[in-house]
């Protein structure tokens, strides 16, 4: 089970970017189905989006049009660029991997998180 490490979380203005990382490896990108999950205080976790092993992609509509979830493979790295950020988008953010190449939910392999916060 590979490690998933996010990165590039940070405080930003409303209205504001932040793009997030996920370190995988090759292997877990190219192959298997990744998604970004968020958490805010006192709320469940939230699926942000997910990508497949062919690139299809989801949202969750709160945050279509805004984020867009992509991979480089060959970088072994998952990516959530966030644009026009809201604070209701104030989180912690993890990336996580399913076992195969389609989305069905299951995921099994997360990642520490990294905190975006969002003032207005």
């Known amino acids: 089970q590979v490690q998933l490490v996010e990165s590039g979380g940070g405080s930003v203005q409303a209205g504001g970017s932040l793009r997030l990382s996920c370190a995988a490896s090759?292997?877990?990108?190219?192959?298997?189905?990744m998604g970004w999950f968020r958490q805010a205080p006192g709320k469940e976790r939230e699926g942000v989006a997910a990508i497949e092993k062919a690139g299809s992609t989801t949202y969750a509509n709160s945050v279509k049009g805004r984020f867009t979830i992509s991979k480089d493979n060959t970088k072994g790295t998952l990516y959530l660029q966030m644009n026009s950020l809201k604070p209701e988008d104030t989180a912690m953010y993890y990336c996580?991997?399913?076992?195969?190449?389609?989305?069905?939910?299951?995921?099994?392999?997360w990642g520490q998180g990294t905190q975006v916060t969002v003032s207005s």
């Open positions: 996580a991997a399913e076992r195969g190449p389609y989305c069905s939910g299951s995921y099994w392999q």
């Open positions: 090759e292997y877990i990108v190219s192959n298997i189905c």
